[in-house]
């Protein structure tokens, strides 16, 4: 629904009033009024379930989806060419926002406001910023000395065996460790907290604990392990000439560790070279190949070849001296398998623990049997109909379901990163078009709790979509006696960003909350064309709750992994600097990430002043009591 003003010429200034136009903006406010008065009845029982402390916050939130259930861009523009503002800031204090816009609009028109349409303002413009900064210390924590929004750092297995780490980690400026629950397990996570517990009283800092419960993993099966071989060959110059043959390390205890520069290949016995002698086998492809022995060490002989070689599990070989001796090569570690896919393809998903195959081809390279991959979740074979996309690995590949059955997804390829990707087992798999019954807490989840109840100020509820699952959780939270653990909504589907008015609503019911834009699996859920819109949409609802948001995923990850960020990723993380934390994934250069990203918040804090919004009508406002 459109809001106008009416007909006519805007007004450019006050001097030469229209009084009919004013009064048609009065009679537009009044009735935005009217209808957000309505909302928050609609949701009595709901605001009633709310916390005290969140009580005003979430009112204010249904007075802002009323507000938003309508496009007001043309009020917006005359109010703003009355010198009146333009409601594009009033997240924090809607009903406050309106009162003091038609106040102004009645002085104009030489009347006072009368106090029986002054409408109840739970929350004030002196307390609206208030209240989000004492829901983000509730739920996050202190405020650091040398900037407003905190940071988040995701642990590495090594934490559990490094008090160091952690160590760094809090002096560098962590204020939240995030443990991810789909990794390691409670021994290694109680001996992170103990090394942050010991860090903590080192250096007179302190920090919260957030577990990432796993939720219902939805990702392909592990693929059919592919050859079991070992590649070599000598390093050549521009012109093909050998400046350096291969080095290849011999040895029946290959798990001892080498300080060469060589490949290893196990052999099933030891071996009683001598410096000089020569190696002789006949490789995978049938080629002769030659390996002379230049060091030995009591658990192998170190070899060179100045020729490409292919071995496999059990090859033959000989050393020849003044007799020959006989031996063969060992076990060989499996090549990973993938699945090569580009658009026209067809992969066959299948239910239950099947391990993938690639697609099986003729002399002609034509197609024989298609590629297969299996799925982790059958509840998928139940819900997804013809039609629906499909995308694999953070969207690197696209596909369509073509039948259904239920055992069997038939997916046609529409799209490939760069025309064709390679697919690997256990990638994500997200269903955008598809309403999937499943449940956000898994039976993991529910185990891994009772660790979580004791050791952690926050729980992150993965893959959340309707109040349900909210209610679930805070349920086995209270029959665990954890009613002061705070509760974070991790947005990453289609159905969660657009239930989470609804969401919010239901964790409001505790003092502490937070919302984590899980930025991956969402962009793939919305399309990445609706990304930004969507993240701005999310940041504007948490405002008007007042609650906090954690921006995650990737980062600054290319410095994170890599030691060196991107242009976009720089400004990516500035963007963060509007939420009240920002979360780091693991990496080798995550210290110098954290450095890097402290820097950049401190530095948009100083400099950033929000901007008016534009009030078109959102889709996400339209939401229903129960």
């Not at 390691?184 to 919260?208: F, N, T, V, Y």
């Not at 993938?356 to 819900?383: E, N, R």
């Not at 059955?405 to 390829?413: A, K, M």
């Not at 969660?496 to 003092?511: D, I, S, T, V």
Request: glycine letters at 6%; a negative charge; aromatic letters at 4%.
């Amino acid at each position: 629904m459109r809001l106008s003003t009416g007909p006519g010429p805007m007004l450019e200034s006050v001097n030469n009033i229209d009084a009919p136009r004013i009064e048609s903006a009065i009679r537009a406010l009044e009735q935005l009024k009217t209808r957000a008065l309505a909302l928050e009845q609609d949701f009595e029982i709901a605001l009633q379930r709310t916390t005290p402390s969140h009580r005003n916050s979430a009112r204010n939130l249904l007075h802002y989806l009323a507000l938003r259930r309508h496009d007001i861009r043309e009020l917006q523009l005359e109010l703003s060419h009355l010198g009146l503002s333009s409601l594009g800031l009033t997240e924090l204090h809607v009903m406050a926002s309106l009162n003091a816009v038609l106040i102004a609009l009645h002085r104009l028109v030489e009347r006072a406001m009368p106090p029986q349409l002054q409408a109840p303002t739970p929350v004030t413009f002196a307390n609206g910023q208030a209240l989000l900064v004492e829901h983000t210390l509730t739920a996050l924590g202190p405020k650091p000395e040398q900037r407003a929004t905190r940071i988040m750092v995701t642990m590495p297995t090594a934490a559990a065996e490094d008090p160091a780490l952690i160590r760094r980690f809090l002096a560098a400026g962590m204020d939240i460790m995030r443990i991810n629950c789909a990794h390691d397990g409670p021994d290694a996570w109680l001996r992170m907290i103990q090394h942050l517990r010991q860090a903590e009283a080192d250096l007179g800092l302190s920090c919260k604990v957030s577990f990432d419960l796993a939720g219902p993993k939805l990702r392909t099966e592990a693929l059919a392990p592919d050859v079991e071989v070992i590649k070599w060959q000598p390093h050549r110059d521009r012109l093909g000439r050998i400046v350096q043959p291969a080095r290849l390390w011999l040895s029946s205890t290959p798990s001892q560790t080498v300080d060469l520069d060589c490949i290893t290949i196990p052999i099933q016995s030891p071996i009683s070279a001598q410096v000089g002698d020569t190696i002789q086998l006949m490789d995978a492809r049938h080629r002769r190949r030659r390996l002379s022995v230049v060091e030995v060490r009591d658990n192998g002989c170190l070899c060179e070849c100045d020729r490409t070689g292919y071995i496999t599990s059990g090859l033959p070989f000989e050393i020849q001296r003044h007799q020959t001796v006989r031996g063969k090569i060992d076990q060989l570690p499996a090549l990973e398998n993938n699945l090569t896919l580009q658009p026209g393809d067809v992969l066959r998903i299948l239910r239950g623990d099947i391990l993938g195959q690639p697609a099986i081809l003729d002399a002609a390279g034509q197609v024989l049997q298609p590629a297969h991959v299996g799925c982790t979740l059958s509840q998928v074979f139940q819900d997804v109909k013809p039609g629906e996309r499909i995308f694999f690995d953070d969207g690197k590949i696209e596909g369509l379901i073509q039948t259904v059955s239920e055992t069997e997804l038939r997916v046609e390829i529409v799209s490939a990163v760069k025309g064709i990707a390679k697919l690997k087992g256990e990638k994500g798999i997200n269903l955008p078009d598809t309403q999937l019954n499943l449940p956000a807490l898994t039976p993991k989840d529910i185990n891994d709790l009772s660790f979580v109840a004791q050791q952690g100020d926050l729980v992150a509820l993965s893959f959340v979509q309707s109040p349900e699952d909210v209610e679930h959780l805070v349920q086995k939270l209270d029959q665990l006696g954890a009613t002061d653990l705070g509760i974070i909504l991790k947005i990453e589907t289609r159905l969660g960003f657009e239930n989470l008015p609804k969401l919010l609503l239901a964790a409001m019911q505790r003092r502490s909350v937070a919302v984590m834009i899980a930025r991956g699996d969402l962009g793939v859920e919305v399309g990445f064309e609706r990304m930004s819109e969507v993240q701005e949409q999310i940041l504007l609802l948490c405002q008007a709750a007042h609650v906090p948001v954690i921006w995650a995923t990737q980062v600054l990850e290319s410095l994170a992994k890599g030691g060196l960020p991107s242009r976009a990723e720089v400004t990516d993380a500035a963007m963060g600097s509007r939420a009240e934390c920002v979360m780091l994934n693991k990496g080798p250069y995550i210290e110098r990430a954290m450095e890097f990203l402290n820097n950049i918040l401190q530095r948009m804090q100083e400099n950033v002043a929000k901007n008016m919004a534009t009030l078109r009508k959102l889709r996400v406002s339209e939401i229903e009591a129960e």
